[in-house]
C-alpha cells in the first residue's frame, strides 16, 4: 500500500488549499481514507473521513463546515478542501487508511502517507 500527500503549503488566514491523497496497492472501491492533523507540539488527530463503499463522511468538529473531503476513483485519490483557514489549522496533514467508524483514533490506522505541511498566517 502507498498513500502520497500533496497540496499542502502557505496561505493567509482565510485562505484555502486542496489537500490529494493518492492511493495504490490496495482495493480503492472498498477503502475507507482517513485525514490527520498534526499540529506543533501536539498529537495527531483525525479529522475527516470517507469511506469509498458507500461514499459516508465524517468530520471532526473542529473543521465540519470548513473542510470538505471527496474522492475520485478514476484516479484512486481523495481529496481534502481546506476552507477558511485559520492560525491553528497550521500543522502536518496525513491521510491514512483506516475504519472511518474509528477515524478520531490513529492508534486504528493501517497505513500512513509520509504528510504534506500547511501553514496558515494571520
Known amino acids: 500500500v502507498q498513500l502520497a500527500e500533496s497540496g499542502g503549503g502557505s496561505v493567509q488566514a482565510g485562505g484555502s488549499l486542496r489537500l490529494s491523497c493518492e492511493a495504490s496497492?490496495?482495493?480503492?472501491?472498498?477503502?475507507?481514507i482517513g485525514w490527520f492533523h498534526q499540529a506543533p507540539g501536539k498529537e495527531r488527530e483525525g479529522i475527516s473521513c470517507?469511506?469509498?463503499?458507500?461514499?459516508?463522511?465524517y468530520y471532526a468538529d473542529s473543521v465540519k463546515g470548513r473542510f470538505t473531503i471527496s474522492s475520485d476513483s478514476a484516479k484512486n485519490t481523495v481529496y481534502l478542501d481546506l476552507n477558511s483557514l485559520k492560525p491553528e489549522d497550521t500543522g502536518v496533514y496525513y491521510c491514512?487508511?483506516?475504519?472511518?467508524?474509528?477515524?478520531?483514533?490513529?492508534?486504528?490506522?493501517?497505513?500512513w502517507g509520509q504528510g504534506t505541511q500547511v501553514t496558515v498566517s494571520s
Open positions: 470517507i469511506s469509498n463503499m458507500d461514499a459516508r463522511t
Open positions: 496497492g490496495l482495493n480503492f472501491n472498498d477503502a475507507s
Open positions: 491514512a487508511l483506516i475504519m472511518c467508524t474509528y477515524y478520531y483514533n490513529k492508534n486504528g490506522v493501517d497505513w
